[in-house]
């Protein structure tokens, strides 16, 4: 079983910053890619960013340019920084990862979220 878990969501103020953490535990053999991604109200499910193991990164195009994205290797961990926030990042955000078991190969798995609010 792979457990994923996110933290570091909450309430700013527009251009304010956030950095939201995630991390897996359980019996896996690897991690590759690592991303997060969120819903909005009324909306669909999209690529906020993700990350691979080499440390090459690929981003959304409402989020480029403001919030950057990191991992630590030896923590199984990923990083979302998010700066100059808008009311439109409202969302909650969710972290995926791409893990490899010896039961099930390889499967991506999701944490439960967080929620990110911006708002004056």
């Known amino acids: 079983q792979v457990e994923v878990v996110e933290s570091g969501g909450g309430l700013v103020q527009p251009g304010e910053s956030l950095r939201l953490s995630c991390t897996a535990s359980?019996?896996?053999?690897?991690?590759?890619?690592m991303g997060w991604y969120r819903r909005a109200p009324g909306k669909g499910r999209e690529l906020v960013a993700r990350i691979d193991s080499v440390g090459v990164a690929v981003y959304g195009d409402p989020v480029k340019g403001r919030f950057s994205i990191s991992r630590d290797n030896a923590e199984n961990t990923v990083y979302l920084q998010m700066n100059n926030l808008k009311s439109e990042d409202t969302a909650v955000y969710y972290c995926?990862?791409?893990?490899?078991?010896?039961?099930?190969?390889?499967?991506?798995?999701w944490g439960q979220g967080t929620q990110v609010t911006v708002s004056s």
């Open positions: 995926s990862m791409g893990a490899r078991t010896v039961a099930d190969g390889w499967g991506n798995y």
């Open positions: 359980g019996r896996f053999i690897a991690i590759n890619l």
